[in-house]
């Protein structure tokens, strides 16, 4: 490397080291307002973003809650949980669940043999539902995140 290329490497490594890692790491999410059910909101959101949501530990909690309050939202919404014969799979590369989890404490109980989806609520709980009931839903954007980071790690000041 010549100096002003390792120079830009040092800021840029020195740079990325100064961000506050929630940020680095931050997954981008959109609350859709629209109602779906469970299949068409993964649907759309595989369509305009990337997947559905999942939430796997408190930092995604917590952001997906700050997205909420940003914008007001005080109901349910689809993430991107469900039952697949007996074991609860992320839709996003349909992974099994860890043990980080978030239910209500009677949850899940499939009701009547039919709850194999997931909805989120306010406070961040979970709740199993037909993955027929229509309501709204939180895709997750990592597109728009990597666009970001890539531009900055791109930008050069020579």
Known sequence: LVPNELWSTSLVMRTLSDLDPTQLSADKYRL???????????????????DLATVEN?????RIQREAQRLGFT???WVGL???????????GE?????WSKWEHDQPNNRFGKDECVTIHQDGTWFDFPCLTQTFFICYDGKEYFKELLHFIEFDPF
């Open 95 to 99: 992974v099994p669940l860890g043990s």
């Open 58 to 62: 408190d930092l995604d909690l917590g």
């Open 82 to 92: 469900y039952n697949d014969v007996n074991s609860w799979r992320c839709s996003r």
């Open 32 to 50: 859709i307002t629209n109602v779906k059910s469970w299949t068409d909101a993964q649907a759309y959101c595989r369509e305009h973003y990337v």
């Open 75 to 77: 109901s349910e919404a």
